[in-house]
């Protein structure tokens, strides 16, 4: 069985710097976001049936977002 680091290495690197929310407040809709000193970086924008789809697709936003913006979370 893979490790969480493993399974989502960008989620894993995000934390060490930056911040990851899970759970809805009353502010809001958002489940997941993904979140830097600049401000929101990534967050969901449906529901999930589990937290691995919830978590592969936070871990693919933060991807996307670090490929997009030239970003080395040195994995």
Known sequence: MKTFDEKY???AAWVQDGTVEIGYNDYDDVFLRVTD???VV???NRTYS???DA???MNAGIEAWCTENGIDLKL
């Open 37 to 39: 000193a600049g401000g």
């Open 50 to 52: 589990n937290l691995d």
């Open 9 to 11: 290495p960008y989620i």
């Open 42 to 44: 990534w967050e969901s």
């Open 55 to 57: 978590f592969s697709e």
